[in-house]
Nanobody, 118 residues
Framework: VQLQASGGGLVQAGGSLRLSCVAS????????MAWFRQGPGKEREFVST???????FSTDSVQGRFTMSRDNAKNMVFLQMNSLKPEDTAVYYC?????????????WGQGTLVTVSS
């Protein structure tokens, strides 16, 4: 599967953005999908996942602010980001792994930059 993320941009603190990731290939519905991010000078970190089953999980720092969803009919996942903070500034990457077959996040998109100004 190949992934392409979009939707990043510059936003003021407290604002919102919606990231999108479109996947090409077969069996999208069987893939676990996730968003990761890498801020300036930081390690890449997990943000949120939506499993093939529909189960979701997000890291503590974004719970209540970010919502990840998927549309299997369109081969897409989304990350709705509300109440953005300057510390959310990062390049955001979508990732995929085949549910039940791959243990590691084996497929990555190119990243989309989110900049939150204070």
């Amino acid at each position: 599967v190949q992934l392409q993320a979009s939707g990043g941009g510059l936003v003021q603190a407290g604002g919102s953005l919606r990231l999108s990731c479109v996947a090409s290939g077969r069996d999208f519905a069987n893939y676990d999908m996730a968003w990761f991010r890498q801020g300036p000078g930081k390690e890449r970190e997990f943000v949120s996942t939506v499993r093939w089953s529909g189960a979701t999980f997000s890291t503590d720092s974004v719970q209540g602010r970010f919502t990840m969803s998927r549309d299997n009919a369109k081969n897409m996942v989304f990350l709705q980001m509300n109440s953005l903070k300057p510390e959310d500034t990062a390049v955001y990457y979508c990732a995929a792994k085949y549910g039940g077959r791959e243990r590691e996040w084996s497929h990555w998109g190119q990243g989309t930059l989110v900049t939150v100004s204070s």
